[in-house]
């Protein structure tokens, strides 16, 4: 059931996995164990609501600023889609045009957005690396797959893991 449901939807949804006998709690639980007794019991902790009274702008940047505090260098993985480039927006419009983003290239191929990525940062005033990820499958294909908790529902991962390992000799920390 769980590999016809990933076949489908190209994700298994909760509370089934791709491992037998291992279920996943559904999003915004907890599950507890009772030291007393043995019980479990699971809790939801949280539920998305909408707030039309909101102010979604500010709440973002209070949201991107928790995420500066870091000690150690700080950069931005941005690639030419919309999540990335509003935090870029964000950030510069925030007096923080001086970090670096990090940009994965895939020369030659219609997936390669590092030129929208590149004008992006120039726009905002931010330095821009990018990062050549490999076109054949290599020890971060191991490594990617055997650090996921199941199938992934695109192919994302690996070229972040390159983006990742491109970024380090730059950054330590970086918002994405």
């Known amino acids: 059931a769980s590999i016809d449901a990933y076949l ?12 037998s006998n291992i279920a996943r709690l559904p999003n915004g639980r907890r599950l507890e ?3 007393d007794n043995g019980a479990l019991t699971e809790h939801r902790y949280w539920s998305p609501e909408a707030v039309p ?3 979604y702008a ?5 949201a991107i ?3 500066l505090v870091a000690d150690r260098p700080l950069g931005l993985f941005l690639s030419g889609g919309i999540d990335s480039g509003t935090i870029a927006c964000r950030l510069a419009a925030t007096g923080h045009a001086g ?3 990090f940009s994965a290239a895939f020369p030659g191929s219609s997936f390669d957005e590092s030129a929208e990525a590149r004008a992006t940062a120039g726009a905002l005033g931010l330095a821009n690396e990018s990062i050549a990820v490999p076109t054949t499958l290599g020890d971060g294909s191991t ?6 908790r199941g199938p992934p529902p695109d192919p994302s991962p690996l070229p972040t893991w390159y983006l990742a ?3 380090v000799p730059h950054v330590k920390v970086v918002l994405g």
């Open 8 to 19: 489908a939807h190209r994700y298994i949804p909760a509370p089934r996995t791709i491992f």
């Open 99 to 101: 970090l670096t983003s």
């Open 53 to 55: 009274t909101a102010d």
């Open 33 to 35: 164990y009772s030291l």
């Open 58 to 62: 500010r709440l973002l940047d209070e």
């Open 143 to 148: 490594r990617t797959v055997a650090a996921l």
């Open 165 to 167: 390992r491109g970024t």
């Open 65 to 67: 600023e928790l995420r």
